[in-house]
């Protein structure tokens, strides 16, 4: 897979929600390349920053030639990047590491937190084959429904305290899903407690499932190895690389 490392002009960036943050810049050659659950990493302009920061890939238009993404304000390297405006040029490595099946003719998406950010650009390539199933603590976390909206079938949403939705997790809506609908891949992207949740159910039912993990990246590439995990097979692999999205079975114990 061709990854480039290019200056994009950042075309647009603003506030969606209590620091959530969706930038968009102008990267012909990644947006050109980019598959569903892949990510980039982010060289910050400005400030004492070593490390570039990888952020998924949450749009693709491949008419302007831009990539979007939306990410958390919460550490200094992102605090940063919120504070970049448009015009400013930064720099682009991607796209990297290994995305999302998309054979799949009717795929059930279920995102917690800002795991719906990359399950967004499957959402779009899956041209309203999939549905979403999201999680947050209250109404006030599932902004993303509006964003979801024109791109799945259908939107089922969960929150902690009942404010939207069923009550409970997605693990609650999950079973109530698959044994209604006719789907044929799980994804899964969010903390890792509700994907191996998650993954289970999906085990049960006997439907494929495929989960994106997180880890602390240094490089991006695989080198530096500082998101090595222990697979079920016992082999050591990187999430950069390897990943970021991995066969449930590979990574969880489902028995």
Known sequence: ????????????????????????????????????????????????????????????????????????????????????TAGTVINVLGPLGHGFSCKAKRPLLVGGGMGLSPLLFYAEHAQGKADVLMGGRCERELFWQEIYKSHVQEVFCTTDDGSCG????????????????????????????????????????????????EKRMGCGLGACLSCSIDTTSGERKKVCKDGPVFWAEEVFDLA
């Open 166 to 213: 069923t009550k409970g997790f997605t693990t609650t809506l999950l079973p109530e899903l698959l044994q209604k609908g006719d789907y044929d891949l799980v994804i899964a992207c969010g903390p890792e407690i509700m994907m191996k949740g998650i993954a289970r159910i999906a085990h049960e039912y006997n439907i494929p499932c495929q989960v994106s993990l």
């Open 1 to 84: 897979m061709p990854k480039v490392a290019v200056d994009g002009e950042i075309i647009a960036q603003h506030e969606l929600a209590k620091d959530v943050w969706r930038m968009e810049v102008e990267a012909r050659e990644i947006a050109r390349e980019a598959e569903p659950g892949q990510f980039v990493q982010l060289q910050i302009p400005r400030g004492a920053f070593t490390l570039r920061r990888p952020v998924g890939i949450a749009e693709v238009s491949l008419q302007k030639g831009t990539v979007a993404f939306i990410y958390r304000a919460v550490g200094k390297g992102t605090k940063a990047l919120a504070q970049l």
